[in-house]
């Protein structure tokens, strides 16, 4: 188990900032879907698909990513990360901006160019690089973790920077294969950037919080040279026009191992903590391996299908779990901070206790079979939009009942007055 370093961590209002964004974008993307209907769902190339899917890619998944990496570096990982609050201030800032110009520019381009969004968006997982990687680069210790993350932040760069030029591309200022460069953008996003971050922390969060053994290195190392032998060759092809054949096979099968060995590590620890942490991750890694199927099927309407449950709730079911854990461990550092030394704080899991997790992944649950449904009869994608915000919507109360706890607490004792 890694050793925490709590006083290393920045302010609890600079990672807490990313966390309660999520949520709100989690509401707009449910909105979107539920205002557009099945127009969402029949298409990859439709103006509302691509909406949604920047709403959940960088609003929902990004902003917690970011914004757990924030806290999860210097407290657990032993890295310094640069620039402190104005900094992060920042990156939060270009990121949410960003996305909110992207999502408004695929949902009404005749109003709005996607360049701007494109422009922000990268310039914020630059600002990231530049205040995180030497930061990795200098740190002992855990170097496999390290080297995970940094890759996958990479990754992240890379991503936004090809969206920056099918952005550009789409407001008519550059000449590029729109469908390869696409497919590479995508590629580097979700298999680079997300799966990449949570393969490597995963390394430290399964053992600490679920109890279970820590994947063999040479099988964690394989599957990262599967990625970024992947990522490299279809970068290639795409900034030739091509796109590469075997590119959906190739991804689905590292996502399924992605899955699988999620759910291996789960299914074999010896005393594995029936937490509702654990029940979020086995659901995630389970619809993964469900959306790596329906990729490897092959078919344009499986591709699809596989996009929205693998990113609409296999990933997000992952990132969500550890955002409320993440979510509470602030909130007790900043009651702590707070009340000072000599008072007895409740435990972590009194400010968010397990019954609104569960009831947290319950709604998430009722949502992903609210989306499946409408995948098969897309006449219900209103209805599958106002389950993903009712979702969302209950995430976003749970993150504010801490601060209700907190502050109750605080009353109570008369600390910090």
């Known amino acids: 188990m890694a050793k925490l370093a709590i006083s290393q961590g920045p302010a609890p209002a600079v990672p807490r900032r990313f966390l309660r964004s999520a949520p709100v974008w989690g509401l707009v993307a449910g909105g979107l879907l539920a205002i557009d209907g099945d127009a969402a769902l029949v298409s990859r190339w439709s103006g509302s698909t691509l909406a949604l899917v920047h709403a959940l890619t960088l609003g929902v998944l990004g902003n ?4 757990s990496l924030l806290q999860f570096l210097p407290v657990a990982a032993g890295v310094p990360v640069r ?48 205040l995180v990687l ?21 990754a992240g760069v890379v991503a936004a920077t090809l969206g920056l030029l099918l952005a550009l591309a789409l407001s008519g200022r550059a000449t590029l294969p729109l469908a390869p460069l696409t497919d590479a953008h995508a590629s580097w996003g979700l298999l680079g950037w997300v799966l990449g971050l949570l393969a490597a922390v995963a390394r430290v969060v399964m053992p600490m919080f679920q109890g279970t053994a820590v994947l063999p290195a040479r099988a964690q190392v394989a599957w990262l040279a599967g990625v970024l032998v992947l990522l490299l060759v279809a970068l290639g092809l795409a900034l ?49 391996v469900l959306a790596a199927g329906l990729l490897l099927t092959g078919g344009e309407m499986n591709g699809l299908r596989a996009g929205a449950l693998g990113l609409g709730v296999g990933l997000t079911l992952l990132v969500t779990g550890m955002h409320l854990e993440i979510a509470a461990f602030l909130g007790w550092i900043d ?17 968010l206790p397990a019954r609104d997790k569960s009831g947290v992944l319950a709604l998430h649950l009722l949502a992903a079979l609210a989306l499946g449904s409408a995948l098969r009869r897309p006449t219900l994608a209103a209805v599958a939009g106002c389950a993903v915000a009712l979702a969302h ?16 607490f605080q009353a109570g004792s008369g600390a910090g007055r």
């Open 335 to 351: 009651l702590q901070r707070r009340c000072g030394r000599g008072v007895h704080l409740p435990g972590v899991q009194l400010l």
């Open 64 to 67: 917690v990513m970011i914004g």
């Open 134 to 154: 030497p930061g990795l680069r200098a740190a002992a210790g855990q170097r496999f973790l390290r080297r995970g993350i940094g890759g996958a932040i990479a």
């Open 393 to 408: 919507a209950a995430t976003l109360a749970a993150l504010f009942g801490i601060d209700w706890r907190a502050r109750r």
């Open 240 to 288: 030739r026009g091509i796109a590469l054949p075997g590119l959906r096979i190739s991804g689905g099968l590292l996502v399924l191992a992605f899955g699988l060995a999620g759910l291996w590590l789960q299914g074999s620890a010896e005393a594995l903590r029936r937490t509702p942490l654990t029940a979020f991750w086995t659901a995630g890694f389970a619809v993964l």
């Open 83 to 130: 620039g402190g609050h104005r900094a992060a201030l920042a990156v939060h800032g270009l990121l949410n901006i960003g996305a909110l110009l992207l999502v408004a520019a695929f949902r009404w381009p005749m109003r709005l160019s996607p360049q701007w969004g494109g422009l922000l968006a990268a310039t914020a997982f630059v600002v990231l690089a530049v």
